[in-house]
């Protein structure tokens, strides 16, 4: 995992990267993908019109305006390949680069999604107190919202102590996410 500006460091555009983004058309309906040099950036669920496309805010923070040679033409790693595998329940795991962009809060509780197994599940609370943070329940709430890549940082394993909480696909992606993986839905 990579990528990661302080809030309020200064960068010039010309030394932010490029994103490509690109539609991934999956069994579970079309995903965007977004990508750069290092890695990915983006995985946009399906919605009724297509993959969902990264907000303006995020993009205009992290990344240059449109797409470019920066980014390469294809990419990196099978990412079509691992995700179909996934969601046919034939892969417990990626193995993909990332280059994950957020505040240094949100790449910590990223990497701590990371570390959670297939068909795991832990509350918003729980995965505080994995980060020493006991009183940040509502914080590790909003970071675990801003995945740029769920699925892959598989967000979906985050539950709410009484139920099933919320998921950027919504309720019915994230309980089949969670029924995939063997875990039943809340």
Not at 172 to 186: D, I, Y
Request: net charge positive; with cysteine; glycine share 16%.
């Amino acid at each position: 995992m990579t990528g990661s500006r302080e809030k309020g460091a200064p960068a010039g555009v010309g030394s932010l990267p490029r994103l490509r983004l690109a539609p991934l058309p999956t069994s579970w309906g079309l995903f965007r993908l977004g990508w750069t040099a290092r890695g990915i950036a983006w995985l946009g669920l399906p919605g009724p019109d297509g993959g969902e496309a990264p907000p303006a805010a995020w993009l205009s923070r992290h990344f240059r305006p449109g797409e470019g040679a920066a980014a390469p033409a294809e990419p990196p790693g099978d990412v079509a390949g691992q995700l179909e595998a996934y969601l046919a329940g034939r892969s417990h795991r990626f193995d993909l680069p990332l280059d994950l962009r957020g505040t240094p809060f949100q790449l910590a509780v990223w990497r701590e999604l990371l570390r959670l197994g297939w068909g795991e599940r832990l509350s918003y609370g729980e995965l505080a107190l994995r980060l020493d943070r006991p009183g940040a329940a509502r914080a590790v709430g909003a970071a675990v919202g801003a995945n740029p890549v769920p699925v892959v940082v598989p967000c979906h394993r985050v539950v709410a102590a009484h139920g099933l909480g919320g998921y950027a696909g919504g309720e019915a992606m994230k309980r089949r996410l969670l029924l995939l993986e063997g875990g039943g839905a809340a």
